[in-house]
């Protein structure tokens, strides 16, 4: 395993313009490097969506490598340095849309597993890839897909490791062992319009929720854990009125949203949200939507190895986080008993010169490898 190895294969793929959902080859690109080694090739499309599930092997445990080849769009190309999608190579840094989120963790994962298996050929357990192209979109055509799947095939695993970019400074300082979830909501206050010389007339939605709305924002819906921050509470959007200053409007619109820790449930959110609207007498309604469920992996074997292959390979003590947005890591804990996320560095994720640092490449390889020799054979 050698960097140039690494390098080579990432520029490969920045090269094609994976923007979700279309794959633009990349999954067949790494099949191609995987089938000779023993791997058997699943393909599963969803509505434009491509996802590839490749396995070697049938024994436990099974450690599983996922990631997302899609990228999100690169916006005005002459805001780049270089064309997004030609990857460009200056110092230490490798520009390109993807090149942290994450083309280098899937090069890096196919490296890895082929020096791996170059030196424990016959290695007991297996070893498996799970991409999917729809992970920056929708994501309702993508893992969700292949878990389903799995589990229709009585698949479950043992190990997870998500590419996700997970570095704040540097490479291997943090790693994640779970997401927090998401729920929003979108209020509808239902007033009753009218003149604003004749409010005895009306009804003012807007002042009739102020005090709900103050309520809802002044609320501890828990406090969190030894993982988890303290579930939030966020006001993102509020219409209402006509636009004209002369009319009370009939009703107010508020999209808010939550973003939760394992100490509160959707269903409990939920339940107290509306408690609190009811108990202060509103006509409403709520239309809602779970974006994610919180998850977490408690420290067991997977994040031991996981920080010993850090230290290891560069010398650091890495720091286990839940912070962040919500990642495929929802889908897969269903049917995994131990997930965690690494990769290189999120500094520059989803910005306009987006980049990946050179020396990161091979080390981030190295990671992979040692983590799979921990978690194979000891």
């Given at each position: 395993?050698?960097?140039?190895?690494?390098?080579?294969?990432?520029?490969?793929?920045?090269?094609?313009?994976?923007?979700?959902?279309?794959?633009?080859?990349?999954?067949?690109?790494?099949?191609?490097?995987?089938?000779?080694?023993?791997?058997?090739?699943?393909?599963?499309?969803?509505?434009?969506?491509?996802?590839?599930?490749?396995?070697?092997?049938?024994?436990?445990?099974?450690?599983?490598?996922?990631?997302?080849?899609?990228?999100?769009?690169?916006?005005?190309?002459?805001?780049?340095q270089?064309?997004?999608?030609?990857?460009?190579?200056?110092?230490?840094?490798?520009?390109?849309?993807?090149?942290?989120?994450?083309?280098?963790?899937?090069?890096?994962?196919?490296?890895?597993?082929?020096?791996?298996?170059?030196?424990?050929?016959?290695?007991?357990?297996?070893?498996?890839?799970?991409?999917?192209?729809?992970?920056?979109?929708?994501?309702?055509?993508?893992?969700?897909?292949?878990?389903?799947?799995?589990?229709?095939?009585?698949?479950?695993?043992?190990?997870?490791?998500?590419?996700?970019?997970?570095?704040?400074?540097?490479?291997?300082?943090?790693?994640?062992?779970?997401?927090?979830?998401?729920?929003?909501?979108?209020?509808?206050?239902?007033?009753?319009?009218?003149?604003?010389?004749?409010?005895?007339?009306a009804?003012?939605?807007?002042?009739?929720c102020?005090?709900?709305?103050?309520?809802?924002?002044?609320?501890?819906?828990?406090?969190?854990?030894?993982?988890?921050?303290?579930?939030?509470?966020q006001?993102?959007?509020?219409?209402?009125?006509?636009?004209?200053?002369?009319?009370?409007?009939?009703?107010?619109?508020?999209?808010?949203?939550?973003?939760?820790?394992?100490?509160?449930?959707?269903q409990?959110?939920?339940?107290?949200?509306?408690?609190?609207?009811?108990?202060?007498?509103?006509n409403?309604?709520?239309?809602?939507?779970?974006?994610?469920?919180?998850?977490?992996?408690?420290?067991?074997?997977?994040?031991?190895?996981?920080?010993?292959?850090?230290?290891?390979?560069?010398g650091?003590?890495?720091?286990?986080?839940?912070?962040?947005?919500?990642?495929?890591?929802?889908?897969?804990?269903?049917?995994?008993?131990?997930?965690?996320?690494?990769?290189?560095?999120?500094?520059?994720?989803h910005?306009?010169?987006?980049?990946?640092?050179?020396?990161?490449?091979?080390?981030?390889?190295?990671?992979?490898?040692?983590?799979?020799?921990?978690?194979?054979?000891?």
């Amino acid at each position: 395993m050698t960097m140039t190895n690494t390098l080579a294969l990432v520029k490969e793929l920045i090269a094609r313009p994976s923007v979700t959902p279309d794959d633009q080859g990349c999954q067949t690109l790494i099949s191609h490097r995987l089938i000779p080694l023993g791997f058997k090739e699943q393909v599963i499309k969803s509505h434009g969506v491509t996802n590839t599930w490749l396995r070697r092997g049938t024994e436990s445990p099974l450690v599983v490598f996922a990631g997302h080849t899609d990228v999100v769009p690169t916006g005005p190309e002459d805001g780049w340095q270089s064309p997004p999608f030609e990857p460009t190579q200056v110092g230490d840094l490798l520009y390109g849309r993807g090149a942290s989120d994450m083309k280098s963790s899937l090069a890096a994962f196919v490296t890895a597993i082929e020096s791996f298996i170059n030196t424990q050929p016959n290695v007991k357990g297996s070893i498996a890839l799970l991409l999917t192209s729809d992970e920056e979109g929708p994501a309702t055509d993508g893992t969700v897909k292949v878990v389903e799947w799995l589990k229709n095939q009585n698949i479950s695993i043992d190990y997870c490791i998500i590419g996700e970019p997970t570095a704040v400074e540097q490479l291997g300082d943090t790693i994640k062992n779970g997401r927090r979830g998401s729920l929003s909501g979108k209020l509808t206050i239902i007033g009753k319009q009218g003149h604003v010389a004749y409010p005895h007339l009306a009804t003012n939605p807007i002042h009739e929720c102020a005090a709900a709305i103050s309520e809802l924002v002044a609320t501890q819906w828990d406090q969190g854990n030894n993982y988890f921050p303290a579930t939030t509470f966020q006001i993102s959007n509020i219409q209402g009125g006509t636009g004209a200053s002369n009319v009370i409007p009939g009703e107010v619109h508020i999209w808010f949203n939550f973003r939760f820790s394992t100490e509160s449930t959707d269903q409990s959110l939920i339940e107290r949200t509306e408690a609190i609207l009811k108990r202060n007498h509103l006509n409403f309604h709520i239309d809602w939507q779970l974006g994610a469920k919180p998850f977490l992996t408690e420290k067991g074997k997977l994040i031991h190895c996981a920080s010993e292959a850090i230290y290891e390979v560069v010398g650091i003590q890495t720091k286990i986080s839940t912070t962040g947005g919500t990642s495929d890591g929802r889908f897969i804990i269903d049917i995994c008993k131990e997930l965690v996320e690494i990769g290189p560095s999120n500094a520059t994720i989803h910005q306009r010169n987006e980049a990946v640092k050179v020396s990161d490449l091979d080390h981030l390889s190295s990671i992979y490898c040692t983590l799979l020799k921990k978690l194979l054979t000891s």
